[in-house]
């Protein structure tokens, strides 16, 4: 398969810069234990498909992508080689690391470009009504 490649200069990609980024609103999220919940009202970036978003802290990293065909997922946002950040692929339901190699992975967390072995960690993700809940264990 031919992997697209996301939008990113010489620069961005040596320094591992993303193009998605954190909610605007910092109070759209909470985390617990064994949830990230979203408030999608609040969280207005991942209101419509094509769209990513970044949620972190010190100890936690995770990508959560709103694809083209209206479904969500969620990953541990760790490239598997050199645990750089994660991007979705404009108009693609692939998410590609941040890095020079670009290791492009499939909805599910496969590898299908890149030279990197096994599968990024993916969350089960539940919804209610305009909350999304990511279950973490």
């Keep these: 398969m031919d992997c697209k490649k996301n939008k990113r ?5 040596a320094f591992g810069i993303c193009i998605t980024k954190e909610p605007a609103d910092k109070l759209s999220w909470y985390l617990d234990d064994k949830t990230l919940s979203i408030d999608l009202e609040k969280a207005t970036e991942l209101q419509e498909p094509g769209s990513g978003l970044r949620f972190e802290d010190d100890n936690f990293r995770l990508l959560v992508v709103h694809f083209e065909d209206d479904s969500f997922a969620a990953y541990d946002n760790r490239c598997l080689h050199g645990k750089r950040r994660l991007d979705l692929v404009e108009g693609t339901d692939t998410v590609q ?3 020079m190699g670009a290791t492009t992975y499939d909805k599910s967390g496969n590898v299908i470009c890149g030279d990197v072995k096994g599968e990024l960690k993916t969350f089960e993700i539940s919804r209610d ?3 999304l809940i990511i279950h973490l264990n």
């Excluded at 200069?9 to 990609?13: G, K, P």
């Design 9 to 13: 200069n010489i620069f961005q990609r």
């Design 129 to 131: 009504n305009d909350k």
């Design 97 to 99: 690391c941040c890095s």
